[in-house]
């Protein structure tokens, strides 16, 4: 409940998901969990310039991750400007909400794996 705009259904949902941090190395594994790494397609010397996300399973995870991203975004002004900055480069709505959960992981890994330090999103 540290993160504005995270709410007690997307908390619960997460932590009944990711059940212990310390199972996770790092919040690119998280990222992977919930399927919203991007999906690397190549063949021999082919490699894609453009690439999607790979959406395999766990889609309730992903959907929470997306909204909550997208209400952190109205309540944060750093994730409203990081949004603004995607979306200034050119980004459509959903892409640039997928690199700011992304952002979102980042902060959530921080702060279940160090409960007792403070954290402050503006």
Not at 58 to 78: A, E, F, G
């Amino acid at each position: 409940m540290k993160i504005p705009g995270f709410g007690y259904i997307q908390t619960a949902y997460l932590l009944a998901t990711i059940e212990n941090i310390s199972r996770f190395d790092s919040p690119n594994k998280i990222m992977a969990m919930a399927d919203l790494d991007p999906k690397i397609r190549q063949s021999g010397q082919f490699k894609e310039s453009r690439t999607r996300m790979s959406k395999k399973d766990n889609k309730l995870l992903r959907y929470t991750l997306i909204r909550s991203t997208n209400n952190v975004r109205k309540n944060s002004n750093t994730m409203k400007s990081y949004y603004l900055k995607k979306k200034s480069e050119g980004k459509s709505h959903y892409n640039a909400l997928g690199h700011c959960s992304r952002k979102l992981v980042n902060y959530i890994f921080f702060v279940l794996s160090n409960p007792d330090k403070e954290f402050i999103l503006d």
